[in-house]
């Protein structure tokens, strides 16, 4: 009995080591530069939405789920908005607030287009409990 537990154990460790390297595949990242800015009637509303600032954004795409990392070169990570991704649309479910809070959330962020294909601005807006977060990055052209 002892000899057939082995080989059963071995086959299960090569099935699972044969899947490792397609899970890895399975999820894309792409940082880009820029920064986080916002039209002044937004600004003048700040008080109603918690605004984020950014010089970069990581997006982390899987095939069912993407995060959008809103970082700062000097301070890291300022929020995260994570939810399921379908073409240049992410229904949000979740936003990681830079202390590590992970919130339930709902909203949308949208990747929208030049005419060209190039990405021009990436825009979100999530509502979590009472508040709500909003991150508007424009990638830098240089």
Known sequence: MASMTLPIRTIALLALAAAAPLCAQDSRKTSIDGRC???EKVVKNRAET?????DTVEIDQGSARATL??????WGSMARFTGSMSSDTMAISQVTLRDG?????????RMHRRKDGELAVISCLAKAGARTFAANFVPSRV
């Open 37 to 39: 800015q916002y039209p």
């Open 50 to 54: 918690v605004l984020i600032l950014c």
């Open 69 to 74: 990392d809103f970082a700062q070169r000097s």
């Open 101 to 109: 809070r992970r919130l339930s959330a709902t909203g949308t962020c």
